[in-house]
């Protein structure tokens, strides 16, 4: 008929009817009434395989058709023209062309053409207009189309690490809105958070015609505003977790949406907001704490008389790394003066005298009670322990340690020279005070336990009661008091002690005897 047709394709409705019911073709040539062929053209299908022409087998009708699914369809006869009416009435135009997405041009061109074998008919137009929508905006937070989501490592830093949110490395934060280059809002929302307070997102960077109205874990940026101005705010989103040992289980979602301005062409268009986009953020431990002792330096005394297996201490250490361990051991890192004297429990940190390794005995000749210490000897004990971590590598503090050893009245005063029996002869006729003998002990303890007193004991003294010698306590010097004299008593069998000051006491005994030598005192007298 050479009559046009037009009709309409809504944008994303995929498939039309090309032509309408009431199709019309004919040949007034009564000689040969048949149609032999029919050609469909789809003359500026700018969207190449996207749009086609398509019909179902027409074999049943005796047509044959050749292109489909093409810009070109051949329908071939002959056959009558209702059974080519009906052939025509089959054809569909397709136009798939991924969400989002606009047609190149807005209306197509369909030219169709016929021939009864020998002649060609017009060119019959069929004209699809498209009316377009609005399409949902994409956002990607890789940028650059390997996938939208985007996945980071935030390291425990205790709160000095800032980290963005979108792969900045592929170009950041990514929009595709083919229907218009305006923004009016985006969501920014982190969940999953473990500590609560600590953790929140920043925008850091300066705002172009776009308003932030942010928490700790949601930002809403709002304001009619270019693709560039939202991309440009949400690459200087920041992700911080300022807690000082961050909880690394599970991971943070931080989920994005951004919705549009609606479409270019229509201002009233209904505004569309994109699937969610999200940035998953796994949190590292680190092990950046050290082992902390609860004492700098460790300082104690112990008793020279303390037994094998005595403690004298533990030392602990803590590590602020929770979640990575909060194991400690403890090694002797630098013995020192120790000797192997104290041994330290590797898992606990007790230290304990240890006798099968170290060092007893006076070392002096006394009478010392038999231990592994003695402060005569030694007086302290000094050492280094190390506590080490359980991470890899493993995080290192030392610590010293010092022992101080108290003297215990562990020695008996000692007579110099150790005798146990001491006689001295003295004239009868020695002035008063005269230093008879003078006595020296030692003792091998120190400090009130070394401290000497002695003592005069007249046991096993006939006399008693006529004692004329005096032993000073404090230094030992035995003199006479009184004038002595042989015929009154010739001789004095002490016991002289010596003893310390420690408790309980300590002493030793020396048997005296003075002997009172006679002189020539006495004129002879007759007896009636």
Excluded: C
């Excluded at 009906?86 to 169709?112: C, D, F, K, T």
């Excluded at 029996?421 to 336990?449: K, M, P, Y």
């Excluded at 010698?469 to 009184?482: D, F, K």
Aim: glycine share 8%; aromatic share 6%.
């Amino acid at each position: 008929t050479n009559n046009n047709y037009m009709t309409t394709f809504i944008e994303r409705n995929d498939t039309i009817s090309l032509v309408p019911e009431n199709v019309i073709l004919y040949d007034v040539d009564t000689v040969s009434p048949l149609i032999h062929w029919v050609t469909v053209v789809l003359t500026n299908g700018g969207d190449g395989p996207n749009e086609y022409l398509s019909a179902p087998d027409q074999s049943h009708l005796g047509i044959q058709v050749v292109g489909n699914g093409s810009h070109q369809l051949n329908f071939s006869g002959p056959a009558s023209n209702t059974s080519f009416v009906m052939a025509i009435q089959s054809i569909s135009y397709v136009h798939n062309l991924s969400n989002p997405g606009n047609p190149s041009e807005h209306v197509r061109q369909v030219e169709v053409t016929a021939s009864d074998g020998e002649l060609l008919s017009g060119v019959s137009l069929v004209y699809i207009t498209f009316i377009t929508v609005n399409d949902v905006p994409v956002a990607d937070m890789n940028g650059d189309g390997a996938g939208r989501d985007f996945f980071v490592t935030y390291n425990d830093t205790d709160g000095t690490e800032q980290i963005p949110i979108t792969d900045l490395s592929r170009g950041g934060f990514g929009i595709l809105d083919i229907d218009n280059e305006l923004m009016s809002e985006a969501s920014i929302v982190l969940d999953g958070v473990l500590d609560a307070g600590d953790e929140f997102l920043t925008v850091t960077g300066t705002l172009s015609n776009i308003t932030s109205t942010a928490n700790q874990t949601h930002i809403l940026l709002t304001g009619r505003a270019t693709e560039q101005e939202y991309k440009a705010a949400i690459n200087s989103i920041r992700y911080t977790n300022r807690r000082d040992e961050a909880n690394p289980n599970g991971s943070r979602r931080v989920t994005l949406t951004i919705t549009d301005g609606g479409h270019r062409d229509n201002a009233s268009s209904p505004r569309l907001t994109s699937s969610p986009v999200v940035t998953t953020i796994s949190l590292q431990a680190r092990n950046d704490h050290s082992p902390i002792f609860q004492n700098t330096p460790y300082v104690v005394s112990v008793a020279e008389d303390a037994d094998t297996g005595y403690v004298a201490l533990t030392v602990n250490a803590t590590d602020r790394d929770r979640y990575i361990t909060s194991r400690v051991t403890y090694t002797i890192s630098n013995d020192g003066t120790n000797g192997g004297t104290w041994s330290l429990d590797a898992d606990t940190g007790v230290i304990t005298l240890d006798a099968a390794r170290g060092s007893s005995g006076s070392g002096s000749g006394d009478d010392h009670d038999i231990g592994p210490l003695n402060f005569e000897v030694q007086q302290f004990y000094s050492f280094y322990i190390q506590a080490t971590d359980n991470s890899s590598p493993p995080l290192v503090t030392t610590v010293h340690v010092v022992i101080n050893i108290t003297d215990t009245n562990d020695n008996t005063p000692r007579f110099q020279p150790n005798d146990e029996v001491v006689s001295r002869s003295v004239l009868e006729n020695i002035t008063l005070s005269t230093a008879i003998i003078d006595f020296d002990a030692v003792d091998a303890d120190s400090t009130s336990n070394s401290n000497l007193s002695f003592w005069l004991s007249s046991a096993g003294n006939s006399h008693s009661s006529d004692m004329r010698l005096y032993l000073n306590p404090l230094t030992g010097v035995l003199s006479n008091v009184r004038t002595l004299d042989r015929e009154d008593v010739a001789w004095y069998r002490l016991q002289i002690i010596v003893r310390d000051a420690g408790m309980p006491p300590r002493s030793d005994l020396l048997n005296l005897t003075v002997t009172v030598v006679d002189l020539n005192d006495n004129p002879p007298v007759f007896d009636p």
